[in-house]
Every structure is written in C-alpha cells, then in structure tokens.
C-alpha cells in the first residue's frame, strides 16, 4: 500500500454483544460491543475490552454503555464513536492523508429500513465512503462455506446476543425467514430474574451471563456433557447480607425453557413457510447453528429430537458472520443480494 492509496477495505459484523472486524483477510478487530463516555462532555473514555471492564463499574461521571440492543442501534452517537474507536484500532501504516474506507456490515434480516439507514449513517460518520450492508444470516452461510449462489436450499440459524437470524437461502437470495428480538441478552435476563426470585440473589448482568457461560443449558439431561456447578456469589435482595450460591446447570436449563421454546417454535415457523423441493434440501443438508447462541449446551441435540432434522453447529460460531462479511467485501460486485 503506497502513499498514494487511499481507500481501505474493512468488512464488520456489528454485534449486540462483540464486534469483529475484517481486514485483509483477517480478523483485527474482536471486542465487545461497549463504549465508555465522559457524562460532560461525550467524549470518548475507552472502547471494547477497556470499556468492558468499567461496564457496571462506573461512578456519575462515565457512562460505559452497550450502543445496540436487540440487534440494532440504540444509541446512536454511541454507536458512531464505538465504530470511531473500534476502527482505529485496526493497523492502518504508516500514511499522511486518512484513507477512505470501503466498508461491508452485517445487519439483522428483520432490520426496518430505518435501522438500516442508522447503520449506514453510523458507517459513513465512522470514515466509510462506500457502504455496503449484507443479511447477518447470509453472511453466517457464506462463513460457514455454504455455496449459496446455488439453486439448492439451506438453513441457518443465527442466535447473537440481541437477535435470531433464521433463513432458508437458495439462489442468492433468502426464500423465508423469521428475524426475531429473543437471542442471548433474553437469555441472561432470565437467569438474572431467576437467581433474584428463586434464590433471593442479586447478580449483574456480567454474573449472569458467567452463569450461562459456564452452566447455562437446553436440556435437563445432559450426561457426559454435563458441566459442573458454578458458584454464585452476590448480595442477598432483601439484607444485602453476601450470599454464596451453588446453581447446576439442570436448574438453569428450566429457567431457560420459556426462551428456547421461542427459538424452537420460530425454526419450524420458517420451515412452514418453505417450499417443498427446498425442504428436501434442508432434510438432506441439516440445519446450521451459528452465533453465541450455537454454544448452548445441549441445544443442537435438543432441536434435532424436537424437529427431526440435524441440527449442525458451524466450526466457529462466533466468528461466522464476520468471515462471510469478509468474503462479501472481496465480491461486492458478484453478489446481487449486497445492499
């Protein structure tokens, strides 16, 4: 890259819960999706992993926040200087002129086209001069290595931290999907609703999502897969007296029934609305598992049993998205479904 070259190419996966940045091929960039800001004056504290860290440890003059919510920006500005900081962490040489930068972001398949827009904006503001958005489910196939310009059909299953991603694609081009705001944030509500009800236990959002980390499940028996049971410690809810709780992970698979029921009924919506020739496919192929949400344990088994149809979890759940978004900036003109 000499002095006169000025544009960089950079593919996104714009996380709830992390965001990967792409760059020449590799992964540059894996942080949380957190900002910190000064309270006065919204400048910018700390990004990613060192905001990560103050996150729920911060006093009335910095605000770490989490600028997406289900899957989309809730915070707009916030989301811009996180995008700022995120980017300038990637190695950019040695230059004298800031390049321009050509830019791919995955994006929910059930964004609004105003939520699109706030992405694009976000990007544009962040450096991006050409912005291309592509569906987080067809970039989760494209990661995975589905040809998915063939006329055959596969399904994906998507759970990140704000939303689930559930697409049947055949020809380029997503046949019926189900985009829905229940994923990993859903599921770490839970299990902080329920240590506080059933164990009289407060824990922040960070212990809970330990808990579902180490223990969390889809089903009560899980043999030699099973973990073993994790140590709470938190203050009591009504004394604020320090408790110790030993929680199993057959106790947290039934505070998470009611969030995988949801996930489970949305798959068979989908496949519901799936033509018969490409339901064949997906019998054949299985179904893809991707995301955070992939690492459930038990939950490939527990689909597969309820649905009939193996359930698959890609080689590297977490990073599926940000390798197909990677592959898209290498073919943004090969690909038609790119908006």
């Avoid at 950079?10 to 900002?35: H, Q, R």
């Avoid at 289900?70 to 230059?95: P, W, Y």
């Avoid at 991707?290 to 459930?296: H, M, W």
């Amino acid at each position: 890259m000499g002095l006169f070259s000025f544009t960089k190419e950079i593919a996104m996966d714009l996380g709830t819960a992390n965001t990967i940045i792409i760059n020449d091929g590799k992964i540059v960039v894996d942080e949380p999706s957190v900002v910190a800001l000064d309270r006065r004056t919204d400048r910018m504290l700390a990004v990613g992993a060192p905001a990560e860290l103050m996150y729920e440890k911060t006093n009335s003059g910095i605000r770490a926040i989490r600028p997406l919510r289900d899957g989309v920006i809730a915070d707009f500005n916030a989301c811009e200087q996180m995008m700022r900081g995120l980017i300038k962490k990637v190695n950019t040489g040695s230059r004298l002129f800031t390049p321009s930068m050509k830019m791919v972001i995955g994006v929910p398949s059930g964004s609004t086209e105003v939520e699109k827009r706030a992405v694009r904006d976000s990007a544009e503001h962040a450096g991006g001069r050409e912005v291309y958005l592509i569906y987080e489910p067809m970039a989760a196939a494209i990661g995975i290595g589905l040809d998915v310009l063939a006329p055959e059909g596969n399904m994906i299953v998507d759970i990140g931290g704000g939303s689930t991603e559930i697409a049947v694609i055949s020809l380029g081009g997503i046949v019926a999907d189900k985009s829905m705001r229940v994923a990993g944030d859903e599921l770490t509500a839970d299990i902080q609703e329920y240590m506080a009800r059933q164990h009289n236990v407060k824990v922040s959002e960070r212990m809970a999502e330990r808990i579902k980390k180490n223990v969390g499940a889809a089903l009560t028996e899980l043999g030699d897969e099973a973990p073993e049971d994790f140590i709470v410690h938190g203050p009591n809810k009504i004394t604020a007296l320090p408790m110790e709780v030993k929680v199993c992970y057959q106790e947290i698979a039934r505070c998470l029934e009611k969030t995988v029921s949801k996930i489970e009924t949305a798959v068979l919506q989908a496949l519901e609305e799936t033509p018969p020739e490409l339901y064949a496919d997906i019998v054949k192929n299985g179904i893809y598992l991707a995301g955070g949400g992939a690492l459930l344990k038990g939950l490939a088994r527990r689909l597969s049993e309820k649905i009939g149809i193996d359930f698959h979890v890609a080689d590297d759940p977490l990073r599926c998205v940000a390798k197909g978004t990677g592959v898209a900036l290498k073919h943004v003109h090969d690909f038609p479904f790119l908006m």
